[in-house]
């Protein structure tokens, strides 16, 4: 039985460069199990960098990465099967049907094919199982793609962008999951989207440039940056230092 006070995800001295870009700079966290922790940073902040190197999909140019206490370089499968990842424009096997593409996924995963239908119901989409993946709407493939990361319910949970393309409705029921979901889980979200990681975070983490500019709830954010709302705090600790 987990503790809810054990780290799950731990981050030391993080560091991934590109030439001389650093898309991560000397990034330290941890996450615990029942966290929402919203990645909130501008374009080429480094929020998908981080996803990518936490699922184990990009290897980091030093520091290190434990997922449930175990490094994920000397322990790479592991990692995954304790991760559920929907990258941004999650890739799709466009010629499948959807129950295809879940069921396959689900058979790489060792996972039972009853809970292909339980992440269908969860996600929304028992009404497409049967439709080819490229003849889905933008929303609909978030949604399958968000089933596929949750098949083998596992306690962390990485979402890049996952309300993108949904329509109001849509987004209601995608941050109720999350909500609901978290309660014995890990979730990370990244989101342009400043009214979503208010509602459904419990943390907030805003990145630029690679680096940690601020971590901690909604109150604590406005409190380190002297802001009266996120929006302007969010501007503060993201602005160019060559327009100063």
Do not use: W
């Not at 705090?233 to 327009?243: G, P, V």
């Amino acid at each position: 039985m987990k503790l809810k006070s054990k780290n799950t995800i731990e981050i030391k001295n993080l560091y991934k460069n590109y030439e001389n870009i650093a898309a991560s700079d000397n990034i330290c966290l941890q996450a615990k199990e029942g966290e929402i922790i919203a990645l909130l940073g501008p374009n080429g902040a480094g929020k998908s960098t981080l996803m990518n190197m936490i699922a184990g999909f990009l290897a980091p140019t030093s520091g290190s990465i434990k997922v449930m206490d175990k490094d994920i370089s000397a322990f790479p499968l592991f990692a995954k099967q304790n991760i559920g990842f929907l990258p941004e424009g999650s890739p799709l096997y466009a010629d499948m049907s959807v129950a295809m593409f879940l069921n396959y996924m689900a058979q790489l995963r060792g996972v039972h094919k009853k809970q292909v239908q339980q992440a269908a119901q969860t996600a929304n989409i028992v009404e497409v199982m049967e439709q080819k993946i490229e003849t889905l709407s933008k929303g609909y493939l978030r949604r399958v793609g968000f089933a596929q990361s949750i098949l083998s319910n596992p306690p962390i949970l990485l979402l890049d962008e996952p309300t993108d393309g949904l329509d109001p409705n849509q987004k209601e029921h995608m941050r109720g999951l999350i909500k609901q979901m978290s309660k014995d889980k890990t979730i990370i979200i990244s989101t342009h989207l400043l009214d979503e990681a208010e509602s459904i975070c419990n943390r907030i983490i805003i990145l630029d440039k690679g680096k940690i500019r601020a971590d901690g709830t909604y109150k604590q954010i406005l409190q380190q940056s002297k802001s009266p709302d996120l929006a302007t705090a969010f501007k503060k600790l993201t602005i160019s230092e060559e327009a100063n």
